[in-house]
């Protein structure tokens, strides 16, 4: 008995004035593309959800990784990386705006 | 032979042939040359007098005749049935040896009757045996057709009066011998001289006579015996008189004939069918398998008898069923284990029911499964309301059953780390789980059920608390292989996927910063989990808030383009609890976190609801939720937070009730008090807001209107028109692995998509729907 109070004063001196501490924090986020239209216009499919020919693709090898990223162009509207990389092989616009295409910056 | 046509007359070769003929016919013994003499007769006979042939028939006709005259008379001399039908028999034989004999001398007259030129070779042709030419010969013909115009037609009606009275004395019991029937049978037959149907005579004659006198024998038993032994007795009673008479008739009668057992099916079962159903019900009632086999193999002989039999298992396992459910209302309610072994139970009992008393029929499992269908998704004990909201004009759908929601909530006990898991073998999950399929079966709104499934993985995987994960993944598969949608089914997966992305960034994570000790994240996609925009927030204490810049950093240095939501109400974590007297181990939710380190900065003081309020900025509902959990946590036998004034619910609360910590705080083992020890507050997760449960279930409608436009769609892209009809029949095909499209449902869909010009109704026919691109 005598060890035991021993060692909570140990403990006492180490955190005094803590009655509650961390010990372990499991901490839960939810990341999506930075987009301000949540549905890609070429495809018509959610950015957060791989692309029709990619889901197509998946569905071959079911837990085959989805790589299937967003694109930013100048004009800031936002495409599956690979619905517009077919897109621009026919007209190299902006579907939504028409202005020419050039990319500001790629999902990663 | 060298005499002329005409020298030789009939009179003078016929007083030498007849006592040859007579001798045939009488079965005396002819010499060789007798034999051949009568050939040679009749071809001289028939070659040199024109009129020869026609003499010799009706000689030999009259002959014949007398002949039969005197059998007849040796015949009847009997008067006793047996002697009368073996003289008969005896006498039948004799002649019909000799039609196969006589006819064969008389092949030349055959010939010249039918004005065929007559051949050398068919006179050496001798006593042929051959069927063929003999069966159509005139002379036996003749003999026939006298057998049967004269002994046959008198006495036909004593000779099947006798042989049916042995047979009535068979069915009584009494021995005799069976030849005499099957002679008199053999007779009929071959009496027929009718080569198109040779069974023409017995047909008519002997087998209209053995049907009529079955008939009346069961006419007369059948009532006797069901009147003093019984429904039960005469089941036994018409079963065995059946395969007997089916016995009989093997013996008796021409092969290819049912007339007889369809008389008896129809005296023996057919007419008492009503006695005999009434008799079902309680049967199944006391699952008398035997009995029932009896009455199955019995009334499936009448048209009409399965039929009411399917509806009374039909009838009886739905009502049982139910009433099982709702004597039992109180428990299965509240505990999903208790309803699910009860469901399985039944469905066991009757399944065995329907194997043991009817072989597992298909038209016996048809009505079994219908049955369980409604007991699945009978909405009296307990009902799911899916109200759908002001966004849909205020209209409540229909109450569906709360089973698919109890399914899932089991397959959770059984997937994550729970007493009844840890308690059950890996086979014995597994064979639960597949049982739960079974169920799930039958369930009609299983869209219902992958909801809460969805729910209750995410819950299990943010929680690391799946009792075998590679169980989880198998359940997938399951739920693939019993049809579930694709989609839903590569959703689930896809969190699978995800969850071990998000593990590896987690060591990444640890790996570059200084204080990994004490945070894990898990930053997940929120295409695969998040549902809609449900969440809560929170004011966190600093020790949590400071590894926020930290992680967002971090994230960014990884990725391009994205950005972080916190889901503070999913994550959780340990802290630990000083007391005066010891120290504890505390497993909680964030937001648990955020009140208990309230008290860090002022350890013993009381602090009103309101402060708390301030202290955490959590919503009302949910800081009411949190605080009860802390105060009234069941598992504790010493709560954590004491509070005054008196509450029973979280709503009791108000802004001036007080709190503070319980520094006498320990877990108790065996009624002692603890000092050390660990425990976990988190109870069930809390996935959702009540607010977002209430979205939910008018998701689920949303999500049903939306499949069932979609459905209607590729079916009329595919078949350009189609008719009501045939439309609302492949519909429920497509969607019925989710859900049953009410008629209501489909007719609003159908009304929209009309008007949206999706489609239009033929001019000409309204009820035919055509597509329109
Ligand atoms: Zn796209
Ligand atoms: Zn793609
Ligand atoms: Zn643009």
Same mark, same amino acid.
């Given at each position: 008995?005598?060890?035991?109070?021993?060692?909570?004063?140990i403990d006492d001196n180490q955190k005094p004035e803590k009655m509650f501490t961390l010990k372990k924090w499991n901490a839960v986020a939810m990341w999506s593309w930075d987009v301000e239209c949540d549905?890609?216009?070429?495809?018509?499919?959610?950015?957060?959800?791989?692309?029709?020919?990619?889901?197509?693709?998946?569905?071959?090898?079911?837990?085959?990784?989805?790589?299937?990223?967003?694109?930013?162009?100048?004009?800031?509207?936002?495409?599956?990386?690979?619905?517009?990389?077919?897109?621009?092989?026919?007209?190299?616009?902006?579907?939504?705006?028409?202005?020419?295409?050039?990319?500001?910056?790629?999902?990663? | 032979?060298?005499?002329?046509?005409?020298?030789?007359?009939?009179?003078?070769?016929?007083?030498?042939?007849?006592?040859?003929?007579?001798?045939?016919?009488?079965?005396?013994?002819?010499?060789?040359?007798?034999?051949?003499?009568?050939?040679?007769?009749?071809?001289?006979?028939?070659?040199?007098?024109?009129?020869?042939?026609?003499?010799?028939?009706?000689?030999?006709?009259?002959?014949?005749?007398?002949?039969?005259?005197?059998?007849?008379?040796?015949?009847?001399?009997?008067?006793?049935?047996?002697?009368?039908?073996?003289?008969?028999?005896?006498?039948?034989?004799?002649?019909?040896?000799?039609?196969?004999?006589?006819?064969?001398?008389?092949?030349?007259?055959?010939?010249?009757?039918?004005?065929?030129?007559?051949?050398?070779?068919?006179?050496?042709?001798?006593?042929?045996?051959?069927?063929?030419?003999?069966?159509?010969?005139?002379?036996?013909?003749?003999?026939?057709?006298?057998?049967?115009?004269?002994?046959?037609?008198?006495?036909?009606?004593?000779?099947?009066?006798?042989?049916?009275?042995?047979?009535?004395?068979?069915?009584?019991?009494?021995?005799?011998?069976?030849?005499?029937?099957?002679?008199?049978?053999?007779?009929?037959?071959?009496?027929?001289?009718?080569?198109?149907?040779?069974?023409?005579?017995?047909?008519?004659?002997?087998?209209?006579?053995?049907?009529?006198?079955?008939?009346?024998?069961?006419?007369?038993?059948?009532?006797?015996?069901?009147?003093?032994?019984?429904?039960?007795?005469?089941?036994?009673?018409?079963?065995?008189?059946?395969?007997?008479?089916?016995?009989?008739?093997?013996?008796?009668?021409?092969?290819?004939?049912?007339?007889?057992?369809?008389?008896?099916v129809k005296v023996l079962v057919g007419n008492p069918l009503p006695v005999l159903l009434a008799e079902c019900a309680p049967l199944i009632r006391a699952g008398e398998t035997e009995r029932l086999q009896?009455?199955?193999?019995?009334?499936?002989?009448?048209?009409?008898?399965?039929?009411?039999?399917?509806?009374?298992?039909?009838?009886?396992?739905?009502?049982?069923?139910?009433?099982?459910?709702?004597?039992?209302?109180?428990?299965?309610?509240?505990?999903?284990?208790?309803?699910?072994?009860?469901?399985?139970?039944?469905?066991?009992?009757?399944?065995?029911?329907?194997?043991?008393?009817?072989?597992?029929?298909?038209?016996?499992?048809?009505?079994?499964?219908?049955?369980?269908?409604?007991?699945?998704?009978?909405?009296?004990?307990?009902?799911?309301?899916?109200?759908?909201?002001?966004?849909?004009?205020?209209?409540?759908?229909?109450?569906?059953?709360?089973?698919?929601?109890?399914?899932?909530?089991?397959?959770?006990?059984?997937?994550?780390?729970?007493?009844?898991?840890?308690?059950?073998?890996?086979?014995?999950?597994?064979?639960?789980?597949?049982?739960?399929?079974?169920?799930?079966?039958?369930?009609?709104?299983?869209?219902?059920?992958?909801?809460?499934?969805?729910?209750?993985?995410?819950?299990?995987?943010?929680?690391?608390?799946?009792?075998?994960?590679?169980?989880?993944?198998?359940?997938?598969?399951?739920?693939?292989?019993?049809?579930?949608?694709?989609?839903?089914?590569?959703?689930?997966?896809?969190?699978?996927?995800?969850?071990?992305?998000?593990?590896?960034?987690?060591?990444?994570?640890?790996?570059?910063?200084?204080?990994?000790?004490?945070?894990?994240?898990?930053?997940?996609?929120?295409?695969?989990?998040?549902?809609?925009?449900?969440?809560?927030?929170?004011?966190?204490?600093?020790?949590?808030?400071?590894?926020?810049?930290?992680?967002?950093?971090?994230?960014?240095?990884?990725?391009?383009?994205?950005?972080?939501?916190?889901?503070?109400?999913?994550?959780?974590?340990?802290? #630990?609890?000083?007391?005066?007297?010891? %120290?504890?181990?505390?497993?909680? !939710? +964030? $937001?648990?976190?955020?009140?208990? =380190? *309230?008290?860090?900065?002022?350890?013993?003081?009381?602090?009103?609801?309101?402060?708390?309020?301030?202290?955490?900025?959590?919503?009302?509902?949910?800081?009411?939720?949190?605080?009860?959990?802390?105060?009234?946590?069941?598992?504790?036998?010493?709560?954590?937070?004491?509070? #005054?004034?008196?509450?029973?619910?979280? %709503?009791?609360?108000?802004?001036? !009730? +007080? $709190?503070?910590?319980?520094?006498? =705080? *320990?877990?108790?083992?065996?009624?002692?008090?603890?000092?050390?020890?660990?425990?976990?507050?988190?109870?069930?997760?809390?996935?959702?807001?009540?607010?977002?449960?209430?979205?939910?279930?008018?998701?689920?409608?949303?999500?049903?209107?939306?499949?069932?436009?979609?459905?209607?769609?590729?079916?009329?892209?595919?078949?350009?028109?189609?008719?009501?009809?045939?439309?609302?029949?492949?519909?429920?095909?497509?969607?019925?692995?989710?859900?049953?499209?009410?008629?209501?449902?489909?007719?609003?869909?159908?009304?929209?998509?009309?008007?949206?010009?999706?489609?239009?109704?033929?001019?000409?026919?309204?009820?035919?729907?055509?597509?329109?691109?």
């Amino acid at each position: 008995m005598a060890d035991e109070n021993d060692n909570d004063r140990i403990d006492d001196n180490q955190k005094p004035e803590k009655m509650f501490t961390l010990k372990k924090w499991n901490a839960v986020a939810m990341w999506s593309w930075d987009v301000e239209c949540d549905t890609c216009a070429i495809c018509r499919v959610q950015v957060m959800d791989a692309c029709l020919r990619c889901q197509a693709e998946s569905k071959k090898d079911s837990y085959g990784k989805q790589d299937c990223v967003v694109v930013w162009g100048e004009c800031n509207h936002s495409f599956h990386y690979c619905c517009m990389s077919l897109w621009v092989k026919q007209n190299n616009r902006c579907p939504l705006c028409q202005q020419e295409w050039s990319i500001q910056r790629m999902g990663k | 032979m060298l005499k002329e046509k005409g020298q030789l007359k009939f009179e003078d070769k016929w007083p030498h042939m007849r006592p040859i003929v007579l001798k045939l016919l009488k079965q005396e013994p002819v010499s060789p040359a007798e034999w051949h003499e009568l050939f040679y007769d009749v071809h001289l006979v028939c070659l040199w007098d024109e009129k020869g042939p026609a003499k010799l028939r009706d000689h030999l006709h009259e002959d014949i005749v007398q002949f039969i005259k005197q059998a007849q008379n040796r015949v009847l001399a009997q008067r006793q049935e047996e002697a009368l039908l073996k003289a008969y028999i005896a006498e039948w034989r004799k002649f019909f040896t000799q039609c196969n004999y006589l006819p064969t001398p008389f092949r030349q007259l055959e010939k010249s009757l039918q004005g065929k030129p007559a051949s050398a070779s068919s006179s050496t042709q001798g006593n042929n045996n051959k069927k063929g030419p003999i069966e159509e010969s005139i002379v036996r013909n003749l003999m026939l057709d006298s057998w049967n115009d004269s002994i046959f037609s008198d006495i036909k009606h004593r000779l099947q009066d006798s042989a049916m009275k042995l047979v009535h004395a068979e069915r009584n019991g009494e021995a005799f011998d069976s030849q005499l029937v099957i002679g008199v049978r053999e007779s009929y037959v071959n009496l027929c001289s009718n080569t198109e149907d040779r069974l023409q005579i017995y047909r008519e004659n002997f087998e209209a006579a053995y049907i009529q006198s079955t008939e009346l024998f069961y006419r007369m038993k059948a009532p006797e015996q069901l009147a003093t032994n019984g429904v039960q007795a005469y089941m036994r009673y018409a079963d065995a008189k059946l395969r007997e008479e089916e016995a009989r008739v093997q013996r008796y009668l021409e092969a290819g004939s049912n007339g007889v057992i369809q008389c008896c099916v129809k005296v023996l079962v057919g007419n008492p069918l009503p006695v005999l159903l009434a008799e079902c019900a309680p049967l199944i009632r006391a699952g008398e398998t035997e009995r029932l086999q009896l009455m199955f193999r019995l009334l499936e002989r009448v048209p009409e008898g399965v039929q009411p039999m399917l509806r009374e298992l039909e009838n009886h396992i739905t009502q049982a069923g139910l009433a099982d459910m709702e004597a039992a209302a109180d428990i299965i309610t509240q505990d999903s284990e208790k309803y699910v072994e009860r469901l399985l139970e039944l469905f066991r009992k009757f399944s065995k029911l329907v194997h043991e008393a009817f072989s597992d029929d298909p038209r016996f499992l048809t009505a079994r499964d219908k049955a369980f269908k409604a007991v699945v998704n009978d909405t009296t004990v307990f009902k799911l309301e899916l109200g759908t909201g002001r966004n849909i004009g205020g209209r409540i759908v229909a109450p569906e059953s709360k089973c698919p929601e109890l399914l899932a909530n089991y397959c959770d006990m059984l997937l994550r780390r729970t007493p009844l898991s840890k308690r059950l073998t890996s086979e014995e999950i597994e064979s639960r789980l597949k049982d739960v399929l079974l169920v799930l079966k039958y369930v009609s709104n299983k869209d219902v059920f992958m909801r809460y499934h969805k729910a209750h993985l995410t819950r299990r995987l943010i929680l690391d608390a799946s009792a075998d994960s590679e169980k989880e993944e198998d359940m997938v598969e399951w739920l693939r292989e019993v049809g579930m949608p694709a989609d839903y089914v590569n959703k689930l997966a896809r969190m699978f996927q995800d969850i071990k992305v998000s593990e590896d960034l987690n060591a990444q994570f640890r790996t570059s910063t200084e204080r990994h000790d004490a945070i894990n994240i898990k930053i997940l996609n929120a295409g695969a989990w998040a549902r809609g925009s449900e969440r809560v927030t929170v004011s966190l204490p600093v020790e949590l808030e400071d590894y926020i810049p930290e992680v967002e950093e971090f994230y960014k240095r990884k990725h391009n383009g994205r950005k972080l939501q916190w889901y503070h109400h999913m994550s959780n974590g340990t802290i #630990t609890f000083a007391t005066n007297g010891g %120290k504890f181990d505390l497993d909680v !939710t +964030t $937001f648990q976190m955020a009140v208990l =380190f *309230a008290w860090n900065q002022r350890p013993h003081d009381k602090i009103t609801y309101e402060n708390l309020r301030l202290a955490t900025e959590l919503p009302d509902g949910e800081l009411r939720k949190t605080l009860w959990s802390l105060v009234a946590f069941p598992k504790l036998k010493r709560q954590l937070l004491q509070f #005054t004034p008196q509450a029973t619910a979280p %709503k009791d609360f108000d802004e001036h !009730t +007080t $709190f503070w910590v319980n520094q006498d =705080f *320990a877990l108790i083992k065996n009624a002692k008090p603890q000092k050390r020890g660990k425990v976990n507050l988190i109870g069930r997760l809390q996935l959702s807001t009540e607010r977002s449960q209430i979205e939910d279930n008018q998701s689920i409608v949303q999500l049903r209107i939306l499949r069932t436009q979609e459905a209607i769609i590729k079916i009329l892209k595919m078949r350009k028109r189609i008719s009501n009809a045939a439309l609302q029949s492949e519909l429920v095909d497509i969607l019925k692995n989710m859900f049953l499209p009410s008629k209501k449902m489909i007719k609003e869909q159908l009304e929209w998509l009309i008007e949206h010009k999706y489609m239009k109704r033929d001019d000409d026919d309204i009820n035919t729907f055509i597509y329109m691109a």
